[in-house]
């Protein structure tokens, strides 16, 4: 639809009609009740003016359907707007189980990014066309933010935690990457592109990366290297938890809550080991704060994940 005209991004990705109807849709609707006030003032402001230094107007009768009628049909518009957005923020901050995980870390000024495969790529993303693409987003200093206009996707990229989006491109092509949260002087100059491939062609592209270890490999090598195993044994004397299974379980906790154990719990486990003790164990774990970068922590979480995810609990406790 608008390929033609340049003021509009290619629409890439199965979001982007959608988002796009939505947009006119509330452009439509604000540019039409302008037209009718603006309309209406100044016809009102012709017709009604005053003609005589003595003129009186009329008194005014408050016409009770003429009320109804003008707080019905805005309360109408406002719902299906509301309803409509909902529906597609909810759609769009959801991504499919079976989306394939990209894990990209901002920093100043650049984009890296890791496929599952280990492949590595600063400020390019290849992905296959036709099949959802998940990005899990860390910063390793300030607030950045992770835009794709022709995908219609953009979502912040802030220290401290993970936030994620998701798309499916649906046509082949390059797109730019750009960083919209001002984030220092180099902020304008921290953008890159998106190659989306026929599947095929991206499979080709990942064998042609060579050298690189799967992102769990990786993340294993990491755990023994931090020497985490000499505590989270799966014995029972073991001095801190066991890991298998971890991933996906509610964790009971000293302070008697329950916690799920997801990646933002064990990013904090890592980082701030103190703040959620496992019920049973001491508080003995050091913190690994500043002593283990983005990337590293990614490849941690997901070998983590790899130790198996818990069962469906059929009475937890
Ligand atoms: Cu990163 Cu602006």
């Known amino acids: 639809m608008f390929e033609e005209l340049p003021l509009f991004p290619l629409q890439a990705s199965t979001f982007a009609g959608q988002v796009d109807a939505l947009y006119f849709f509330l452009v439509a609707m604000a540019t039409f009740f302008v037209v009718l006030i603006f309309g209406t003032v100044i016809y009102f402001t012709a017709k009604y003016r005053r003609r005589s230094a003595t003129e009186r107007p009329p008194p005014i009768h408050i016409d009770m359907r003429l009320e109804i009628l003008w707080s019905i049909i805005p309360l109408i518009l406002v719902m299906i707007s509301f309803g409509w957005g909902a529906s597609l923020f909810v759609h769009m901050s959801q991504a499919p189980e079976d989306a394939l995980e990209l894990r990209a870390v901002g920093r100043q000024w650049m984009w890296k990014l890791q496929h599952p495969s280990g492949a590595r790529e600063i400020n390019q993303m290849h992905s296959p066309v036709g099949k959802p693409i998940k990005v899990i987003l860390a910063s390793e200093d300030v607030v950045h933010s992770f835009y794709v206009p022709a995908f219609r996707i953009k979502m912040d990229v802030v220290p401290g935690r993970y936030t994620a989006t998701w798309f499916e491109a649906n046509r082949e092509g390059e ?63 073991a001095q801190g938890p066991a890991l298998t299974g971890l991933f996906g379980r509610q964790v009971k906790l000293e302070s008697g809550e329950s916690v799920l154990a997801d990646e933002a719990y064990i ?31 990614h490849q941690i979480i997901v070998y983590l994940r790899t130790l198996g995810r818990a069962p469906e609990e059929k009475n937890p406790s």
Request: glycine share 8%; with cysteine; charged share 20%.
């Open 267 to 297: 990013r904090e486990s890592i980082l701030n080991p103190h703040n959620k003790i496992v019920a049973g164990y001491r508080p003995i774990m050091p913190t690994y704060q500043g002593q283990i970068s983005e990337d590293a922590l």
């Open 175 to 237: 797109f730019h990457l750009f960083c919209t949260e001002y984030c220092g002087t180099q902020h304008s100059g921290m953008i890159g592109r998106v190659v989306a491939m026929k599947p095929v062609d991206y499979q080709r592209w990942l064998t042609s990366q060579a050298g690189e270890e799967p992102i769990a490999v990786s993340g294993e090598r990491l755990f023994q290297q931090l020497r985490c195993e000499t505590c989270h044994q799966t014995t029972s004397t």
